[in-house]
C-alpha cells in the first residue's frame, strides 16, 4: 500500500507542480489572463488528482484482489491527495523563493482586475477604497511564507477530497474497469 500512495502521491505532485510553475509564468508574463486563471488552475488540479483515481483502482486491482470497500478506498486517496498537495504547496514556496517578485506582480493585476470590474459595475469610490484595502492587506500576509503555504495547502485539498470521495465510491463497484 506504501509504494502505490507514495508512487501516486509523487506521481500527481510532480504534475501539478509542474502546471504551477508554467501556469505562474505565463500568468505574470500576460499570456494568461486573470479572467480564466482559477479555471486553468482547478483543471490542472483535476488533471493532477487524476492519480488519485489510477491509485486507488491500482490498490484495488494488486493488493485487494479487484474488490475495495469505501473507506479503504478514501484512505488510500486522501493519503495520495495529501503528499500531492505537500507537494503543489512545497513547489509553490520554491516558486516564490525563485522569483520573489511573483506574488506581488500578480496581486496588482489581481487589484486592477477588481477595481475596473467594480468601476463597470458602477460602485461608490467608498466600495472601491474598501477592495484597495482589502487587496493590499492581502498582499502584506502573502509576505508571510507559513501563510502562503496554507493557503496552497487550502487551494488544493478540497479539490483532492472531491476527487477522492467520487474515485472511491466509483471503484468500489468490481464491475468499473475491473483488473
Known sequence: MKKIIITFGLIAGFIIGSFMWLYAYLCEKGVISLDNSETIGYASMVIALSMVFFGIKSF???????????????????????????????????????????????????AEQQVSTLKEKGASQEEIDRAANQMAEMMKMMENPVVRFGIALMEILPVGIIVTLASAAILRRREVLPA
Not at 494488486?62 to 507537494?87: C, E, P
Not at 516564490?96 to 496581486?107: A, G, L, T, W
Open 60 to 110: 484495488r486491482d494488486n493488493h485487494s484482489r479487484g474488490a475495495i470497500r469505501f473507506w479503504k478506498g478514501v484512505q488510500v486517496g486522501i493519503l495520495i491527495t495529501l503528499i500531492a498537495s505537500l507537494m503543489y504547496a512545497v513547489s509553490g514556496e520554491i516558486y516564490y523563493q525563485v522569483n520573489p517578485q511573483f506574488v506581488n506582480v500578480i496581486m496588482e493585476k489581481y
